[in-house]
């Protein structure tokens, strides 16, 4: 029954309201794999960002499972319901050896040929600034040097609805993918390049970041 | 369905021929040049499908669906230049109120209120945005903050629902419908808009206002105007009320006005450093980039064909 009102939800909600009520303009979509395991890698501004992912990542969208903190996705009954069944995350306990509940967690999803969607920077901060990147995806990457991680760019979703606001305001959603990035040998060199892949598509948003506040 | 008339009808299905016809063309100068590069000018043909797929979709369905394509097209031009302009995070509920504005003033065109369509944006527009900005607290850039928003919804809002106002203009029953005139407007600035660009490629030489936009011409301009006021000259007498001197003259309004709109739109992209203001559109850019020449043309042609079609006899 979830199976069918998540497609329900998906197409006659999700889909409309972000392409129509949004509008995102989309580079790289040739990037995105058809099928799983992959892991997406994603900068994090605002609870849209993942609405995003799905209504524009084609067919893989049924295998996308986010990672997500369990105190605060599971912080309610009625949190917990929707996540679980809707959002599909990949809890993460933070108090206790969250790097290891992070591996095992995303192993799982992985070996089942499932999408692993991280959000490096860990939490959404301020709006449309990008934070320094943990590390956890590099690990997850050595692990698995043959699955192909996926960076995605997205800006204008934390002007839309930033951290702390519960009326969204439309604004054109601007997303890079970009091409996979390889497993090279080295964490940092990794990171480093996630975080360049950022950087770059940051500068090519048509509008001047600068004068946001 | 009955809604559109016999000579909309006819309008419609020779803008549908015109069409057929133009891609056809495309079609074979590609095939018979494999070596140049068509992609723009197909992306464009493929625009200007859905352009005219949704206009007459919406014109066969009736008033409320064409109000309701107008107010979308409102809504996506106020979202992509709030998307362009700098916007600061506190003025978030400031942006809210213009939206809300968008269905509040097709709700008056959908009931013909003239008066209150008139007011909403210059009156009770501008109040609800300076009471709401004066609200945030924050007096750095207050003018320019307020002067951008302000502006665009009036060139967003304002300006294309005097396009829909066209459809209730008439009193229903004539030979002269709404949807004749909503196609007279959108015929006359777009065909203006192709015309001025296929005059200005072809015999363009001496430029108009380079630091503007470099591609706007004298022979594009004139020649453009020429072929719209002819344009306009042969279809006003059968699709609006005016006569053809008054349609010729509306012709030359929809040239200038839209000349002038087109630059508008051009200035705002030279001032913020940017070529498209989106891509929703491929091969013309954003949606702005296709209602530019709206901006200032839509209220002009709508006030004269009001002016002097429907006040005359009052």
């Known amino acids: 029954m979830h199976g069918f009102l998540r497609k329900v939800l998906y197409y006659a909600m999700l889909k409309p309201v972000i392409f129509l009520g949004f509008g995102v303009w989309v580079r790289g979509r040739e990037n995105f794999p058809a099928d799983g395991p992959a892991i997406f890698c994603v900068n994090h501004n605002s609870h849209l960002d993942l609405m995003v992912l799905l209504a524009i990542c084609g067919p893989v969208h049924r295998k996308v499972r986010p990672v997500a903190a369990a105190d605060y996705f599971y912080a309610n009954p009625f949190l917990r319901f929707i996540s679980n069944h809707y959002l599909r995350i990949i809890p993460i306990d933070r108090t206790r050896n969250p790097l290891q509940a992070f591996l095992d967690g995303c192993s799982r999803e992985l070996d089942a040929g499932n999408v692993v969607l991280i959000f490096p920077e860990g939490t959404r901060g301020e709006p449309e600034q990008i934070q320094e990147l943990k590390g956890g995806t590099a690990c997850l990457a050595q692990g698995y040097p043959d699955i192909p991680v996926v960076p995605v760019f997205l800006y204008g979703t934390g002007r839309t609805l930033p951290r702390g606001a519960w009326l969204p305001v439309p604004f054109r959603i601007d997303a890079f993918v970009g091409k996979p990035i390889e497993w090279k040998g080295n964490r940092e060199g990794f990171m480093a390049e996630i975080m360049e892949f950022f950087e770059k598509s940051g500068q090519q948003v048509t509008r001047p970041i600068a004068t946001l506040k | ?314």
Not at chain 2, 59 to 75: C, Q
Not at chain 2, 178 to 202: E, P, R
Not at chain 2, 203 to 218: A, D, E, H, M
Not at chain 2, 288 to 302: G, I, K, N, Y
Request: aromatic share 12%.
């Open chain 2, 1 to 314: 369905m009955f809604e559109l008339g016999l000579r909309a009808g006819i309008v419609m299905a020779g803008v549908w021929g015109f069409l057929v016809a133009a891609t056809w063309i495309v079609n074979r100068k590609k095939t018979a040049d494999p070596e140049r590069d068509f992609t723009e000018l197909s992306q464009r043909m493929t625009s200007w499908w859905v352009i005219i797929g949704l206009l007459s979709v919406g014109l066969i369905l009736g008033k409320m669906a064409t109000i309701v394509l107008f107010a979308f097209v409102s809504y996506l031009a106020l979202k992509e230049y709030l998307t362009i302009i700098p916007t600061q995070m506190q003025d978030r509920i400031v942006l809210f109120w213009a939206y809300i504005l968008i269905p509040l003033q097709y709700v008056f065109v959908y009931h013909g209120d003239f008066e209150m369509f008139l007011v909403l944006i210059p009156v009770y527009g501008l109040a609800v945005i300076a009471m709401s900005m004066i609200i945030t607290g924050v007096t750095d850039g207050y003018i320019s903050r307020i002067g951008t928003i302000y502006w665009g919804l009036m060139m967003t809002v304002f300006s294309i629902s005097h396009l829909a106002y066209l459809y209730v203009l008439p009193e229903p029953g004539g030979p002269v419908t709404g949807a004749g005139l909503v196609l007279y407007a959108v015929l006359l600035t777009q065909f203006n808009d192709v015309s001025q660009y296929i005059w200005g490629k072809s015999f363009g030489r001496r430029k108009i206002i380079p630091s503007v936009s470099p591609g706007k011409t004298w022979a594009g301009f004139l020649g453009g105007m020429g072929t719209t006021v002819v344009l306009a000259g042969l279809l006003g007498p059968w699709l609006t009320p005016l006569s053809m001197p008054l349609a010729a003259l509306s012709g030359l309004l929809v040239s200038v006005a839209g000349f002038f709109g087109d630059l508008n739109m051009s200035c705002v992209k030279r001032d913020l450093c940017i070529k498209d203001t989106g891509a929703m559109l491929p091969g013309h850019g954003g949606i702005l980039d296709r209602v530019d020449s709206l901006t200032l043309a839509a209220p002009l042609l709508c006030h004269f064909i009001r002016f002097f079609g429907y006040l005359g006899d009052r």
